[in-house]
């Protein structure tokens, strides 16, 4: 009976580290939606005093935070800007992700192994 107790306690763990690490990768394909599509305004010029392009640019700021700086713009016309530092952060929020998508993959599986592994003791 202790057995199956702790057994169970180890499957909820499974299962917490699980959905904090699809929350994190909710957070990064997030980041990646607002970067990209924030990058596509600026490099196409779009008005900046329309309230959908403001809220896009307000959430990406907040994104590209870490990677403020690393490159210059490029002004491209008058209205419209290359933003090498958001394509840098579209990039490296896509390789995060990728890794968290693996390990969401590798928890699942010992998830999966774990409740065999149960319904086996339990027969």
Not at 78 to 103: D, H, K
Request: proline share 3%; net charge positive; charged share 15%.
């Amino acid at each position: 009976m202790a057995e199956n107790k702790v057994s169970d306690s180890k499957l909820l763990f499974i299962k917490v580290a699980r959905a904090l690490t699809y929350f994190v990768y909710a957070f990064m394909l997030t980041a990646v939606i607002f970067l990209s599509i924030g990058f596509v305004l600026l490099l196409f010029g779009a008005n900046p005093n329309v309230g959908f392009t403001q809220f896009i640019y307000k959430v990406a700021a907040e994104f590209l935070q870490p990677f403020r700086g690393i490159f210059p713009p490029r002004q491209l016309s008058e209205t419209s800007y290359f933003s090498t530092s958001a394509l840098f952060a579209i990039i490296m929020y896509t390789f995060v992700a990728l890794g968290i998508n693996t390990l969401i993959s590798y928890i699942t599986a010992k998830m999966l192994k774990h409740e065999d592994d149960l319904e086996k003791l339990q027969k």
